[in-house]
C-alpha cells in the first residue's frame, strides 16, 4: 500500500497501522463477507468493539433517564461517558486475556 500523499490528500495507512487501531479499539464487531454473483468478495470489517461498548452504554444510561427530556444530560457528557465505559470494558477484557 503506498503511503505518498495524492493531491494534498492524507496518505493512506499502513496494514500496520490499521491494525495497531483496531488492536485499540478492541477490533471489529459483526465482521461480514459477502459473495456476490459473479463470485467477488465483499468484506465488511463492522464497528469497532469500543463502538458497540459505547453504544450498550448510552443504552444503558438513557435507560435509567427520566422520561422527560430536560433532565437528560447533553449529549456531549453522554457520549464522553458512554466511551469512558468502553474504554474500561476493552481495558479489563484486556487484562482478563480477551482480545
Known amino acids: ?14 496494514t500496520e497501522q490499521s491494525l495497531a487501531i483496531f488492536e485499540k479499539v478492541g477490533g471489529p464487531a459483526f465482521p461480514a463477507e459477502w459473495t456476490l454473483p459473479d463470485n467477488s468478495q465483499i ?7 469500543q463502538d458497540w461498548f459505547a453504544g450498550q452504554a448510552i443504552a444503558g444510561m438513557f435507560a435509567v433517564c427520566e ?15 458512554a466511551y469512558r465505559y468502553a474504554n474500561a470494558m476493552l481495558a479489563e477484557r484486556a487484562k482478563a ?3
Request: aromatic fraction near 2%.
Open 43 to 49: 468484506t465488511c470489517p463492522g464497528m469497532t468493539l
Open 67 to 81: 422520561r422527560d427530556e430536560r433532565d437528560w444530560p447533553d449529549a456531549a457528557n453522554l457520549a464522553a461517558n
Open 97 to 99: 486475556g480477551g482480545q
Open 1 to 14: 500500500m503506498s503511503t505518498t500523499p495524492n493531491n494534498g490528500a492524507a496518505a493512506p495507512m499502513t
